[in-house]
């Protein structure tokens, strides 16, 4: 289409694009409560580690059903029924003790319907004991670990091991960048030289959303509006 020359009528989506209606993928059943993607086809699906879904909320019901009704589309074709989906903060398990206070404001990604995870599945290929040195003290404390999507990863003093830093008190990590930043006032000195061990690999799982709280009961409280990496 060719740039404005006058003024558009331009519609809102009603509620912000909050809650919007995706087709079931075929033999498929999404439960009410779960975390909902969309596959390659752009039928709705069970969140999950499978790579190349793209998380869009909570399942809220059937399109057309009734009160609690999950979307049992087993068996059945492709787009037989529909699943209204809503984009929200919601709270869900943590499945490998991944998260806590320190990773509040970071990107959580699925690991299945009902929970969620710090790491983003990566880690096809092995690092161990790689010497790394912080910068000079007058410069920004960061380091690059040379491969984005990484994941297990550990900071020690020696390449036999030494002292294990902690990551949240020592360093933090940015696994999609693959970059750690000395924290102030941690066990790590200025210029320290480091080795560092991780995995690094495309990632499997697909980003749900910010963590915006830790409840007491341990699970976490996930923004779908907020994500890493674009959702539709």
């Not at 075929?26 to 086809?41: C, P, Q, R």
């Not at 999950?48 to 059903?65: E, F, Q, Y």
């Not at 010497?131 to 990484?150: D, K, R």
């Amino acid at each position: 289409m060719a740039a404005l020359t006058n003024s558009r009528n331009t519609p809102e989506l009603g509620d912000g694009g909050r809650i919007q209606v995706y087709p079931v993928e075929a033999n498929t059943t999404i439960y009410l409560g779960s975390i909902v993607a969309l596959n390659g086809n752009g039928n709705a699906v069970p969140a999950s580690s499978t790579p190349g879904l793209k998380v869009i909320g909570r399942a809220d019901m059937v399109s057309n059903g009734f009160p609690g009704q999950d979307a049992v589309n087993n068996p059945g074709a492709a787009g037989a029924i529909a699943i209204v989906v809503r984009r929200g903060a919601f709270m869900y398990g943590v499945n490998d003790a991944s998260i806590g206070a320190p990773q509040v404001g970071l990107t959580a990604f699925a690991v299945d319907d009902s929970s969620v995870s710090l790491f983003d599945g990566s880690g096809a290929t092995a690092v161990t004991a790689q010497i790394t040195a912080f910068p000079a003290a007058a410069s920004a404390q960061i380091i690059s670990l040379g491969h984005e999507n990484v994941s297990s990863v550990k900071v020690h003093s020696t390449a036999a091991g030494g002292t294990v830093y902690t990551e949240g008190t020592d360093y933090a990590v940015n696994f999609q960048t693959g970059l750690v930043m000395l924290i102030n006032g941690g066990g790590i000195a200025a210029g320290a030289t480091v080795y560092v061990d991780y995995n690094w690999g495309p990632p499997t799982r697909s980003a749900a959303g910010r963590i915006v709280r830790i409840d007491p009961t341990g699970q976490v409280w996930i923004d779908f509006w907020h994500q890493g990496v674009a959702a539709i």
